[in-house]
Antibody
Framework: QLQLVQSGAEMKKPGASVKVSCKAS????????MYWVRQAPGQGLEWMGM????????TYAQRFRGRISMTWDTSTRTVYMELSSLGSEDTAVYYCAREVGDDHMDVWGRGTTVTVSS | QSALTQPASVSGSPGQSITISCTGTSSDVGNYNLVSWYQQHPGKAPKLMIFEVSKWPSGAFNRFSGSKSGNTASLTISGLQAEDEADYYC??????????FGGGTKLTVL
């Protein structure tokens, strides 16, 4: 069935990097962009960026440029989001979400909790 | 890109109607009919409720409706039910493949 399965929780130290995966099933993987959205504890949703698994092009929110990278693997139908130079402010739940109709997110992963602490 | 502005909280009694506003600028909400709304219950992933300002996804939620005027989009929930109690977020296209969310509104059903 249509679903996005994300990797498990991560604990990282300040300055480290984290790579979160999102495995898609139930649809043609390369036909849909994937978005990444994060939510810090008690805070709202924040759009981080998007990637096209067909062409490979990615667009990142201004505040993450230079330390974020989104990649994909067609053979495993998986999208990855890597965030570097982690600080405590990066502690959040990270969601992947499928874009449909070029303008909204119809299927979401269950989220990956990333905790940054010394 | 600044977050869209939503009221922090709204409340209503069962059966009543409430409206949540989402104010942006002429660079995002005001320039595109690409506003979507998401419902999020505690500990859960967001769920699409409205897209392209006023359209319902499949498995429509007829009690939920959307509109837009100028730089402000709105989500109206009619016939409030206990299960509508959740956080609601608007999201708008802001040009150049960039998207921006609102700060979120906590809906309390009294």
């Amino acid at each position: 069935q249509l679903q996005l399965v994300q990797s498990g929780a991560e604990m990282k130290k300040p300055g480290a990097s984290v790579k979160v995966s999102c495995k898609a099933s139930g649809y043609t993987f390369i036909h849909y962009y994937m978005y990444w959205v994060r939510q810090a504890p008690g805070q709202g949703l924040e759009w981080m960026g998007m990637i096209n698994p067909s062409g490979g092009s990615a667009t990142y929110a201004q505040r993450f440029r230079g330390r974020i990278s989104m990649t994909w693997d067609t053979s495993t139908r998986t999208v990855y989001m890597e965030l570097s130079s982690l600080g405590s402010e990066d502690t959040a739940v990270y969601y992947c979400a499928r874009e449909v109709g070029d303008d909204h997110m119809d299927v979401w992963g269950r989220g990956t909790t990333v905790t940054v602490s010394s | 890109q600044s977050a869209l502005t939503q009221p922090a909280s709204v409340s209503g009694s069962p059966g009543q109607s409430i409206t949540i506003s989402c104010t942006g600028t002429s660079s995002d909400v005001g320039n595109y009919n690409l506003v979507s709304w998401y419902q999020q219950h505690p500990g859960k992933a967001p769920k699409l409720m409205i897209f392209e300002v006023s359209k319902w996804p499949s498995g429509a939620f007829n009690r939920f409706s959307g509109s837009k005027s100028g730089n402000t989009a709105s989500l109206t929930i009619s016939g409030l039910q206990a299960e509508d109690e959740a956080d609601y977020y608007c999201c708008s296209y802001a040009g150049s493949n960039i998207w921006v969310f609102g700060g979120g509104t906590k809906l309390t059903v009294l």
